[in-house]
């Protein structure tokens, strides 16, 4: 007498077995799952290089500030920096929250990937009115979440060192484009979209508004030369 009897794999219609079917499940979830974490690889990667590519240039520029090639044959206002595409505009940092990242021009999708994006058409660093910058509030701003008024804030770049100091933190919807607008003060404004843990598109922005309090015109690199 038989106890037990095998039984065999029920067949969907399609032609496979409930096993056959599962494993077919698992192979595709597995394939997604290496495809994305590739993916993530090769952004993290990417980034890093270019952090590391555009902090040599930016040493580059601040060398060449601190040794022209040409001495200057009279002292005149300094014309607006030109910057061309592809250089830092700087190095901003807020120990307070751990953020240090290169800041190149423009806010295309690349750029924000990869650091801190300087806004056109806002003031350079140096200048006098308002220098936006803006970045991703789950990458290189994520720390903003973190700042307090009153945290300090400051931006190496090719023509000095500026400090700047928290006034204000406010949250206000994407067409409210006035915390763009020149200052008479030097001032700086970091944007991010808000909330920060919001999955999916963030419907608002959160503003860092600080003011310069000193600045110093040598560049960053003077201060260890000899």
């Known amino acids: 007498m038989k106890l037990f009897v ?7 219609p399609g032609g496979f077995s409930a096993f056959g079917l599962a494993r ?30 555009q902090s040599k240039r ?15 044959i009279e002292a005149k ?5 030109l910057v061309r595409p592809g250089d830092p505009i700087g190095r901003l940092e807020i120990a307070a ?62 023509t000095g060192d500026f400090d700047y100091r928290v006034d204000s933190l406010r949250v206000v919807a994407p067409e409210e484009i006035g915390v763009l607008a020149s200052s008479a003060e030097p001032t700086l404004t970091l944007v991010t979209c808000y909330p920060f843990s919001y999955l999916g598109a963030a419907p608002m922005r959160f503003i860092v508004r600080a003011r310069q309090v000193s600045n110093r015109p040598d560049p960053p690199l003077r201060r260890g030369a000899t």
């Open 97 to 158: 929250v751990g953020i240090s990242s290169i800041v190149t021009d423009g806010i295309d999708e690349l750029t924000l990937q990869r650091g801190i994006g300087w806004m056109p058409d806002t003031a350079l660093p140096g200048e006098p009115g308002n220098v936006a910058m803006a970045g991703h509030r789950d990458t290189f701003f994520r720390g903003l979440r973190e700042l307090k008024l009153g945290d300090a804030i400051h931006l190496a770049t090719p």
């Open 77 to 81: 206002p300094p014309a607006r920096r």
């Open 58 to 72: 930016l040493a580059t520029l601040v060398e060449a500030a601190l040794h022209p090639k040409s001495p200057a």
């Open 24 to 53: 077919l499940v698992e192979w595709i979830c597995g394939a997604v799952a290496l495809a994305c974490f590739a993916y993530v690889t090769s952004v993290v990667l990417d980034e890093r290089a270019f952090q590391a590519r």
């Open 6 to 12: 095998r039984s065999s794999p029920q067949v969907q």
